[in-house]
């Protein structure tokens, strides 16, 4: 059964900060992964989706890169604003042809706070 | 153009009642997903459409729980005689399709409070 973590669980960073944020999946048969943002009482905005076979990928002052082997994927936010405060949630999709294809596996998130 | 819109926004009810919960898609995706979200637990899977083929029911988490998909549009979510542990926020997400690189895009959630 794919589990997926995020560390840290919570951050809080003076504004300007560059921060990193991880995610691991204990099963590497992985179809892609991604990055979401939920604001409080807010659905999920998606930020950044990985296909198993690319290496990272960029959104603005946001990249997200991808070790499908290793299991380990990060979102790397640059220049932090208190605008980017929220909970950042990672989610794996399993490859086709498993009993878990087509549904997202999420992380427990991150709570970001970036303070002025 | 307009996203995934679910209601209500929030519903409460009482213990033992049936509660429908209820998604409007992205016009022209063919997937649908409902996921819940709780204290506790986090962001757990349901149940997905894909067109015509039988719906992946395998996260409902017990036989009160339903969905269905009318016109390959318009999803419901049934929980019939509900319980306090059912209280959480309910979430549907649609994409272009259930295989590829598609991405799931969800909707604000419905927030079920069960007294």
């Known amino acids: 059964k794919q589990e997926v973590t995020q560390i840290p669980a919570a951050l809080s960073v003076p504004e300007g900060e560059n921060l990193v944020l991880n995610c691991s999946f204990t099963?590497?048969?992985?179809?892609?992964l991604q990055w979401f943002r939920q604001d409080p009482g807010k659905g999920l905005t998606s930020l950044l989706l990985?296909?198993?076979?690319?290496r990272e990928q960029t959104s603005g002052r946001l990249n997200a890169s991808l070790d499908k082997s290793s299991g380990r994927s990060t979102l790397y936010i640059a220049a932090s604003q208190p605008g980017d405060s929220a909970t950042y949630l990672c989610a794996v999709k399993a490859e086709a042809g498993g009993t878990s294809y087509g549904k997202l596996t999420f992380g427990q998130g991150t709570i970001l706070t970036v303070h002025p | 153009g307009a996203g995934v819109s679910q209601s209500p926004s929030n519903k409460v009810t009482e213990k033992g009642k049936d509660v429908e919960l209820r998604c409007d898609p992205i016009?022209?995706?063919?997937?649908l997903y409902w996921y819940r979200q709780s204290l506790g637990q986090g962001l757990e899977f349901l149940i997905y459409?894909?067109?015509?083929?039988?719906?992946?029911k395998s996260g409902l988490p017990s036989d009160r729980f339903s969905a269905e998909r009318t016109g390959g549009s318009v999803s419901t979510l049934t929980i019939q005689r509900t319980q306090q542990e059912d209280s959480a926020v309910y979430l549907c997400?649609?994409?272009?399709?259930?295989?590829?690189?598609?991405?799931?895009?969800f909707g604000p959630g419905t927030r079920l409070t069960v007294t």
């Open positions: 459409f894909q067109g015509n083929s039988a719906p992946d």
């Open positions: 099963d590497s048969a992985i179809y892609n």
């Open positions: 997400a649609s994409s272009f399709l259930l295989a590829g690189a598609y991405e799931q895009y």
């Open positions: 016009s022209g995706h063919t997937a």
């Open positions: 990985i296909q198993s076979s690319q």
